[in-house]
């Protein structure tokens, strides 16, 4: 199953639109607060699905909430293809966060699921970082085609219908997945009874003062660095003009390559880091230990990038954003295994759901504020545009290192799990 956990990974990043998102967006015409509230939208709508997606995924099969997101993410890309305006672009972003409110905990769930049936479950932060190298992996090769489309076609909108292709052979892959990865779902479950599920496990979460730290710290990490991550493509973009190279090619072509070349730098990068992020903790003592050490470090690489985005040493600053990437890597498998340490398993696609919706809160605030910034500076002819967006994501990252959890004893997380009282009976 290890290596069809993989597959679903490897076809599931095979978003060849991914690296150039941001450029299509302004191939539309979008200012970068236009962008910010197209990105806030989509994760105002991923929050608002989010945690009954999970619920959903525990009481009526996980299959088939992975069956609703992929064919919501195929609606998504067709839809990006074929739009004219901007409102189609709300439309687009809608499907697309159905698609992501009803995938992200609930396959983590069934990876974890297999690894109890198999009494591997010591090995989950191992296991979950090398499918999630697989993830990356993807990424690379999606570059790789992606700057092909794009060099082919010159244009950034045809990336989307070439998406769909590998999403309808995910699709096949996770369909036959056995059933007993379904979790413990219920027969006959009423609404009424996803409400009660869902009250229950959002109470119990905001009952352990653990979990609340380790929300409070995904919205912090993960989401700020979702919505700084998108300006390596600009700040590439500029980095590419530049270069006296590919002259008699044409700007979209010329930043189709240097985008690619980053990119496959960073998925690599990225898929090195998840798969070894078990040795982060090994080396520290323990995963806390492991995951405030990483906070140091990106604190520092926020600081660091805004000189560097501010005098504009663009070749610099890449570094620093795949820099940012190897981080987030090291930290996200081990944030995972940190909140299924409180997941019971008929509650784990739930649990996972909560961080992931804490997650989309934060960039749907962040994105909008990051794109009126870098508005602002570009409108008072400033140099340096993109600087405000390491400003910002500094300050998150110094605030959470300035207000750690403070525990007794050794600080290392305990036994508690979230039991949701009254759980639904078959």
């Avoid at 929050?47 to 009481?59: C, F």
């Avoid at 009494?119 to 993830?135: A, P, Q």
Wanted: hydrophobic content about 50%.
């Amino acid at each position: 199953m290890i290596r069809r956990f993989s597959l679903y990974g490897f076809l599931k990043n095979q978003r060849y639109f991914e690296p150039f998102i941001i450029l299509f967006f302004l191939q539309q015409g979008l200012s970068f607060t236009q962008i910010g509230f197209l990105i806030a939208f989509r994760e105002l709508f991923i929050n608002l699905i989010e945690i009954p997606s999970g619920a959903v995924a525990d009481l009526f099969g996980r299959r088939h909430s992975m069956v609703l997101s992929f064919v919501s993410y195929i609606i998504s890309f067709a839809i990006f293809g074929f739009s004219q305006d901007y409102w189609h672009l709300f439309i687009a972003m809608f499907f697309f966060a159905v698609g992501e409110a009803f995938r992200t905990g609930t396959h983590k769930a069934m990876i974890f699921t297999w690894l109890r049936i198999e009494g591997r479950l010591d090995e989950k932060t191992r296991v979950y970082g090398y499918t999630r190298s697989w993830s990356k992996i993807g990424s690379a090769v999606s570059t790789i085609l992606a700057v092909a489309f794009v060099l082919l076609t010159n244009n950034y909108t045809y990336v989307f219908f070439f998406a769909i292709i590998p999403y309808i052979v995910g699709l096949i892959n996770f369909i036959t997945y056995p059933g007993e990865l379904e979790g413990q779902p219920g027969e006959n479950v009423s609404i009424r009874d996803v409400v009660t599920h869902l009250w229950e496990c959002i109470h119990a979460a905001l009952a352990v003062r653990r979990l609340r730290r380790l929300i409070v710290e995904s919205m912090s990490f993960e989401g700020v660095y979702k919505a700084v991550a998108d300006y390596l493509q600009p700040v590439v973009k500029n980095m590419a003009l530049l270069l006296p190279i590919f002259l008699a090619w044409g700007e979209i072509r010329r930043s189709a390559v240097m985008i690619g070349v980053v990119y496959v730098i960073l998925y690599l990068v990225s898929a090195y880091a998840s798969r070894n992020s078990h040795r982060i903790t090994s080396h520290a003592g323990g995963e806390e230990k492991g995951s405030r050490l990483l906070w140091k470090v990106i604190s520092v690489l926020y600081i660091a990038l805004i000189p560097l985005l501010l005098f504009e040493y663009y070749y610099a600053a890449v570094i620093g954003f795949i820099a940012l990437a190897l981080i987030q890597n090291f930290w996200r498998p081990i944030l995972i295994s940190r909140f299924d340490a409180f997941a019971s398993e008929t509650k784990g696609a739930t649990v996972l759901s909560i961080e992931s919706q804490a997650k989309s809160v934060s960039t749907m605030i962040i994105a909008p504020i990051l794109g009126a910034a870098v508005d602002f500076a570009r409108g008072q002819g400033l140099d340096g545009e993109f600087w405000p967006v390491a400003a910002i994501a500094a300050v998150v990252a110094l605030l959470i290192l300035l207000t750690p959890l403070r525990e007794k004893g050794n600080g290392e997380p305990t036994d508690i799990k979230i039991e949701c009282i009254g759980d639904i009976e078959d």
